[in-house]
Each structure stands twice: as C-alpha cells, then as structure tokens.
C-alpha cells in the first residue's frame, strides 16, 4: 500500500520534470514515455527569463515576511494561553481552533477591501502576507501550545528564584525548548506560503505576481508549449519541495512533542 500511495502521489510530479526535457513532438507522440533524446532547452528558457526569478523572488520575500509573522505572533499568542491562568483562557484557545474551520476563500472579498482600500497595501508583499500569516495563526497556536504546556514548572519556578522574570523564561528557556515547533510551524507556512495562490491572484499584478501566478501566465501565454510548461512549473516547485525535504525530520519531532504535549 505504501508502494502504491507513493507511486500515485510522485507519479505526476515525475511526469512534469521529465516532460520537460521533452520536445512538444514527443508529447504528442507518447505522452508516456520517456525523453529520447533528452532537450535541455526548455529549462534553459526558464531559467534565462528575467520574469521568472521576479516571480522566485517575491515568491520568497512573500513566504520569509508570511513565516517571520507566523512564528513570532504564534508563540507571542500560545505563550499566555499555555502557561498564565486567566479568566475563559480556553474559550479564547477555542475561538482559535474554531479558525482551522474558515479557509481563506469565505473572506476573500472583505480582506480584498480592507488590504486594498483601508490599508492601501495592494500589490505589495506586506499585503498578502499579512492574511496569510493571520490564517496560518490557528494551526501555529495549536501546534505550539503543548510544547509550552509540557515545560515543567519546576523550570519556571527555578528560573524565578535567579531573578529572571517572565520575559527573561520566555527568551531564555521557553524559546529554546520550543525550537522543533516553531520550526514545524516555520516551515509549514513557508511552504503553504509558497503554494498560495488566491490571495496573490487578487492581491498582486504586473511584476508583483509568485511563481503560483507565473505558472498560470506561462501556461495561458504558451498554451501550445506544453513542454515549455512542465519545466516552467518543475523549476517552480523545486525550492519548496527542497525546503521541506531539508526539514522533513524536524517537522516530523516536532509534531511528535506536540502530541505527547
């Protein structure tokens, strides 16, 4: 069963790199088959596109200003909802894993006003950034609060009787013990970051588009390239698919602590 999950998941992502070093008469011919001779000019005129590492770039200004938010706002919000007793502290925590129900498609016309008309932050990085940290928030609040609820508070105590006080445990001790997950919750909106296509479709023109929307364009403007295309989109995913590849282990502990959390 495995064999077969990973055969159906990787098999059209194989198909794209390797259609890519294929000629559109090839395609046509055996769809299926595989590159004879190997064609290295479609990835050339890729990566010779001056639109293309545009689109890289703000792709990964983007996810780095979406991820620096996620992390810092996440562990900013689960710190007091996991280690300070307060009044209805758990329906506040509620009303944030009520939000993993609300994508961000049932408020795309209300966030398209208030980013482009009262924050006048259309067609910026800043301004899809924003509302794509603020709906990764739920899932990072989630993930990050069993991991400060498992630091004994023996620690804490211990930690008060040095003089430090409750800034000084957040940055010396807390932080540390948390870095597997703010790396889970890093690297999961970098890559939902990096994939995000409706805001930046509604958010973003001209220069200012990702690579989501430059795959689109491609694909629109050189329908009839389909080779052209599969190279265009396989250089597209390649730096997310090696961003969580390189960090796959980490996501993998850290979710663990926060399910023994």
């Known amino acids: ?11 059209p992502v194989s198909f794209a790199v390797l259609g890519g070093f294929r000629s559109n008469a090839q395609l046509a011919e055996n769809p299926a088959g595989l590159p004879d001779p190997w064609i290295l000019d479609n990835y050339q005129r890729v990566i010779t596109s001056a639109s293309f590492w545009q689109y890289a770039l703000n792709s990964t200004i983007i996810a780095l200003l979406t991820t620096a938010m996620v992390v810092t706002f996440g562990m900013m919000a689960a710190y007091p909802l996991a ?18 129900l609300f994508p961000a498609t049932v408020a795309i016309i209300p966030l398209f006003i208030l980013i482009n008309k009262d924050l006048n932050l259309g067609n910026t990085w800043l301004g899809v950034a ?7 928030l739920p899932m990072t609040i989630v993930i990050l609060r069993p991991f400060l609820q498992a630091i004994p508070k023996e620690i804490e105590e211990a930690s008060t009787l040095d003089g430090a ?27 939902a970051s990096w994939n995000g296509y409706l805001l930046p479709l509604l958010l973003l023109q001209g220069d200012m588009k990702t690579l989501p929307l430059g795959v689109a364009d491609f694909s629109t403007q050189y329908s009839s390239d389909t080779a052209g295309v599969f190279a265009f989109t396989t250089l597209s995913m390649i730096p997310a698919l090696i961003f969580f590849l390189t960090m796959q282990n980490k996501i993998v502990n850290g979710l663990q602590g ?4």
């Open 83 to 100: 280690r300070f007793n307060f009044k209805h502290r758990e329906k506040i925590y509620m009303i944030f894993v009520a939000g993993l």
């Open 1 to 11: 069963m495995a064999i077969l999950l990973a055969c159906v998941t990787l098999g």
């Open 258 to 261: 926060a399910v023994k959390g």
């Open 165 to 191: 006080g409750r800034l000084g445990f957040f940055g010396r001790i807390v932080l540390p013990l948390s870095g597997p997950g703010m790396v889970t919750t890093g690297v999961l909106a970098f890559v």
């Open 130 to 136: 924003l509302p794509q940290a603020a709906f990764a």
